[in-house]
């Protein structure tokens, strides 16, 4: 057998073999470039580009100027103001908290962490109505924490201050949820490695870490935006729901539904979605801008 090439563990190539061009690809988890396509355009359209082509149809009913004339109604304009600036509010907030507790969850070892792990997704499983009643109880006058606050002349429940913490509540769990697996994944060699360069601590917290978290930051941040601008159950309990002072804009399109005003009440929510579209887009690019400095450092 001695001096004839060894075929044993040589792949045999067939004749006129042709090598598949890589963007075609010949393997797929799921077979069916086609009929996955079909199925991911046919749920996309019946759950979310049909109805809101609906909702978007149906405020036409009255013309433009019935549109506008919901457009600049002082009440619904008050409404959407409270719904988005508090939920911007309680977002930032949110960021800052959410981003200690899954530091602390992540990276120090203490009695009772894995209960306090388990309890950031409570508001997840927690009904709103009854997350509105517990909060309304607490921070109303008669509340342990109201009757502290109030001789004060500080009124949490009924008050936008009270929306503000309904919306922190419910908020919390997007950021920690989305912060939390990136820092149990960052590598300790990369701090080491900056301290032994000479950085401080907050060096390496600034130009290391924060680069690293902030497309998570941003997409925990509007989760909890996304959540707290539609959010109703948890709200309407401790909000006082007073036209001027405390109504949201979802318990308006709930009032004007009450009414009969379809087209009105569908108006309410066509401008809630354009504003909503134009701030998930400019968050979209930030966490693409933030995405690329974290790839190119």
Do not use: C
């Amino acid at each position: 057998m001695t001096g004839q090439p060894d075929t044993a563990t040589e792949p045999v190539i067939p004749d006129h073999f042709q090598a598949p061009h890589p963007a075609s690809g010949t393997t797929h988890v799921l077979p069916g470039f086609k009929v996955t396509l079909g199925i991911t355009l046919f749920f996309l359209s019946a759950i979310v580009i049909i109805p809101l082509a609906a909702l978007v149809a149906r405020p036409w009913e009255h013309g433009l100027q019935g549109f506008l004339f919901v457009l600049t109604d002082e009440r619904v304009l008050h409404a959407l103001g409270l719904s988005f600036f508090t939920a911007l509010a309680a977002a930032v907030v949110n960021v800052f908290a959410g981003l200690i507790v899954a530091w602390s969850l992540t990276r120090y070892n203490f009695p009772g962490r894995k209960l306090l792990d388990a309890l950031i997704d409570l508001p997840f499983a927690l009904p709103t109505a009854v997350a509105g009643i517990a909060l309304s109880s607490l921070y109303a006058s008669t509340g342990w924490v109201g009757s502290l606050t109030e001789p004060f002349g500080l009124k949490i429940a009924y008050t936008p201050i009270g929306i503000f913490l309904a919306l922190t509540f419910i908020g919390l769990p997007f950021v920690v949820r989305s912060v939390q697996p990136v820092l149990a994944e960052f590598e300790s060699e990369i701090e080491e490695a900056a301290e032994t360069l000479g950085a401080n601590a907050v060096q390496t917290t600034l130009r290391v870490i924060l680069p690293a978290l902030m497309p998570s930051l941003v997409t925990g941040f509007s989760l909890a935006l996304a959540r707290g601008v539609g959010e109703y159950g948890s709200v309407i309990f401790i909000a006082g729901n007073m036209p001027y002072i405390s109504e949201i804009a979802p318990l308006l399109i709930v009032i004007k539904l009450q009414e009969y005003d379809y087209a009105g009440a569908a108006a309410v929510g066509v401008i809630m979605l354009a504003i909503s579209l134009v701030i998930l887009l400019f968050l979209n690019i930030a966490q693409r801008f933030f995405a690329n400095i974290g790839s190119a450092k």
